[in-house]
């Protein structure tokens, strides 16, 4: 920690493009945490337990009964999306509200947000600082997840003769598929982002990490009752989670870009509205 | 103080233009009337007939206040909002996607064979297409061919429902981002019925029905309404009137159709009682099969009514009454059904004679 403040304290006295300087400084800080490589290895376990899952237990019975997982039978290329969507609902929240809890009321908690107040760096350049590490993690999550599932589903549950099977009734190529998985990816990281954002927000209101997990885990729980309570049927376009289950989209045919959109443009509103609380936030604090 | 002040409103402006984002993004754009030339409503239907809206694209959606009771079996009937994604085209070949949370009904007609997939269980069900085009419909009134005689045909139903409703052009409405002419039935005053108003959205440029909408009595909110969410007109991919089984799946024949539209085997022909918007069907419940006493005969897969409603009686006997929003049917213990876009009581009577 002490080389990391020294790192800093050197990059602020310069007065020319210390920003890389700073940005690499938080990214060693961020993925030396060993929390975050936790979560990690956690979220790699997602993909490879669908895997064995379907490899013992598939078999005659595959593809049969309901929900998405069951599409993974014989069909490796839809292991990532599945692990993506099921890593959606808490998982890959975790690792980027922590990585957001971390930057912020962390550095508060432990005492160090002090010493990157004092220092000569303007308030934006922190909060870019800051916001690049919960990007970082968002990213990289992600990464894991997808590189993981299509390795997994390659090997493990193998596919439909190397193409994907749409929820369609149609056969993507390999190309396709990876195009596919890709813009999931990118999709999940836009949603991530939001969630980052808002945790970010309340970073800068508490001096407890643990708030801020709290208040991020638990309003995606409470965003969850909310959309089951079907009188506040009004409250859906509002509310994050709705979107979520956009990403199966990539699994029709032809492709149904609209909820992807959607989620999207919420997702990019949540974004404005935590990096705007954050920014206000950080420019007014002297502690 | 004043620097405070303007980050409030900093920050009160990224929340009203979030608030805004967010309605732009869902919420669906208020519908102004367009001008449009007027037209008669037997030079509109005369013209529904003729259309040739050739190819398209769109999303159809119904939005079901019906009100009927949730079958344990068929969920997909319950009050909600369900999307289909519709391609066409043009020369008898389509495509339909039903799209579910963790799946997909697919629909393909490549013009000689029908394909039907189930994500769910991966089967393929494929069927042949009818020849000939679409079977000639016996029921129009006046007897008069609508491919033959548009106008007449038009005339004539027009007439039909003249008797019993009052038939206008109402107007035009915006659907889809396209201009199209309100066809309007009302019942007339005489007429006993649940119903309101039934609305017909036609397209004013393609003259393709873009939107049904059916109103009940006592209530402002549509009970039911069907219509594209948005449609687009032009040429589509051919690739998409065609269908390979994908690998891993099952592919099995449709069963021979038998008898297709009538009755199931073992029920009498149904009839109708009075007629335009009081008209009530009276049928025969299926004979129960004699190997299961117990168990009010059904066809394999259809819902089990036997325990929805409300218990009634009346000169009739004694039966099960299931009311919704737009229609009441009356389920007798001695298998009869009758059913109508009626109140209780023109069922009571309907049954009684």
């Known amino acids: 920690?002490?080389?990391?403040?020294?790192?800093?304290?050197?990059?602020?006295?310069?007065?020319?493009?210390?920003?890389?300087?700073?940005?690499?400084?938080?990214?060693?800080?961020?993925?030396?945490?060993?929390?975050?490589?936790?979560?990690?290895?956690?979220?790699?376990?997602?993909?490879?337990?669908?895997?064995?899952?379907?490899?013992?237990?598939?078999?005659?019975?595959?593809?049969?009964?309901?929900?998405?997982?069951?599409?993974?039978?014989?069909?490796?290329?839809?292991?990532?999306?599945?692990?993506?969507?099921?890593?959606?609902?808490?998982?890959?929240?975790?690792?980027?509200?922590?990585?957001?809890?971390?930057?912020?009321?962390?550095?508060?908690?432990?005492?160090?947000?002090?010493?990157?107040?004092?220092?000569?760096?303007?308030?934006?350049?922190?909060?870019?600082?800051?916001?690049?590490?919960?990007?970082?993690?968002?990213?990289?999550?992600?990464?894991?997840?997808?590189?993981?599932?299509?390795?997994?589903?390659?090997?493990?549950?193998?596919?439909?003769?190397?193409?994907?099977?749409?929820?369609?009734?149609?056969?993507?190529?390999?190309?396709?598929?990876?195009?596919?998985?890709?813009?999931?990816?990118?999709?999940?990281?836009?949603?991530l982002l939001a969630i980052g954002a808002v945790a970010l927000a309340i970073s800068t209101l508490t001096e407890h990490p643990l708030v801020v997990l709290a208040c991020v885990l638990g309003g995606l729980i409470v965003f969850g009752v909310l959309s089951a309570i079907p009188s506040l049927e009004w409250l859906q376009p509002l509310l994050l989670t709705t979107g979520f289950t956009a990403g199966t989209d990539v699994l029709r045919d032809p492709l149904p870009l609209d909820g992807l959109v959607s989620s999207t443009v919420r997702a990019l509103v949540y974004v404005v509205l935590g990096l705007g609380v954050t920014l206000w936030r950080m420019r007014r604090r002297d502690a | 103080?004043?620097?405070?002040?303007?980050?409030?409103?900093?920050?009160?402006?990224?929340?009203?233009?979030?608030a805004v984002a967010v309605g732009v993004a869902v919420a669906p754009t208020a519908a102004a009337a367009p001008p449009l030339p007027p037209v008669s409503p037997e030079a509109l239907v005369a013209s529904v007939i003729t259309a040739k809206p050739g190819p398209m694209n769109g999303t159809v959606t119904v939005d079901n206040e019906l009100g009927l009771p949730a079958l344990p079996n068929a969920p997909q009937l319950g009050n909600g909002t369900q999307t289909a994604r519709v391609w066409s085209g043009g020369d008898g070949k389509g495509r339909v996607a039903l799209p579910s949370s963790d799946g997909e009904r697919t629909l393909v007609s490549d013009g000689t064979t029908r394909w039907s997939y189930d994500s769910a269980d991966r089967t393929v069900t494929k069927a042949p297409a009818n020849a000939g085009g679409p079977p000639s419909r016996p029921d129009v009134p006046g007897g008069v061919d609508p491919r033959t005689d548009p106008a007449g045909a038009a005339t004539s139903m027009i007439a039909d429902l003249r008797k019993t409703s009052t038939v206008t052009v109402d107007g035009t409405e915006e659907v889809a981002g396209r201009a199209a002419y309100q066809l309007v039935l009302t019942p007339l005053p005489t007429e006993r019925t649940l119903l309101r108003e039934?609305?017909?959205?036609?397209?004013?440029?393609?003259?393709?029905?873009?939107?049904?909408?059916?109103?009940?009595?006592?209530?402002?909110?549509?009970?039911?309404t069907i219509g594209f969410s948005d449609i687009t007109f032009g040429p589509q991919d051919p690739s998409l009137f065609t269908f390979t089984p994908p690998p891993g799946t099952t592919v099995k024949d449709a069963p021979a159709p038998d008898g297709r539209g009538g009755p199931p085997t073992g029920a009498q022909a149904p009839k109708t009682v009075g007629d335009g918007w009081d008209r009530v069907v009276v049928a025969q419940k299926p004979a129960t099969p004699p190997n299961q006493p117990g168990q009010p005969g059904?066809?394999?897969?259809?819902?089990?009514?036997?325990?929805?409603?409300?218990?009634?009686?009346?000169p009739w006997g004694q039966g099960r009454l299931i009311t919704t929003t737009v229609a009441t049917a009356i389920i007798t213990n001695d298998g009869r059904i009758a059913a109508g876009a009626v109140p209780e009581q023109v069922l009571t009577e309907a049954l009684g004679r």
């Open chain 2, 298 to 314: 059904r066809p394999a897969g259809a819902p089990d009514l036997s325990s929805l409603g409300t218990p009634v009686s009346g």
């Open chain 1, 1 to 191: 920690m002490s080389t990391t403040v020294a790192t800093r304290g050197r990059a602020a006295t310069r007065t020319a493009a210390p920003l890389g300087r700073l940005l690499a400084a938080e990214l060693r800080w961020v993925l030396r945490r060993p929390r975050t490589l936790v979560v990690f290895g956690l979220l790699a376990l997602v993909p490879i337990a669908i895997a064995i899952g379907i490899a013992t237990t598939g078999g005659p019975s595959a593809g049969r009964g309901p929900g998405l997982v069951a599409q993974v039978a014989g069909n490796g290329f839809v292991l990532p999306v599945v692990a993506l969507g099921l890593s959606l609902t808490l998982l890959l929240p975790l690792a980027v509200a922590s990585a957001g809890a971390d930057a912020i009321a962390g550095e508060a908690a432990t005492g160090t947000l002090r010493g990157l107040l004092i220092a000569p760096v303007g308030r934006l350049r922190l909060v870019v600082m800051k916001a690049a590490g919960v990007v970082t993690v968002a990213v990289l999550a992600v990464l894991v997840v997808a590189v993981v599932g299509m390795i997994a589903g390659t090997v493990v549950v193998g596919g439909a003769q190397g193409t994907l099977v749409t929820l369609s009734g149609t056969t993507l190529g390999v190309g396709e598929a990876i195009g596919r998985i890709a813009l999931v990816a990118a999709w999940t990281v836009g949603q």
């Open chain 2, 1 to 18: 103080m004043s620097s405070r002040k303007r980050w409030g409103a900093g920050l009160a402006g990224i929340v009203v233009a979030g």
């Open chain 2, 198 to 224: 039934v609305r017909v959205s036609v397209d004013a440029e393609k003259r393709l029905p873009l939107q049904l909408t059916v109103l009940a009595t006592g209530s402002a909110q549509p009970a039911l």
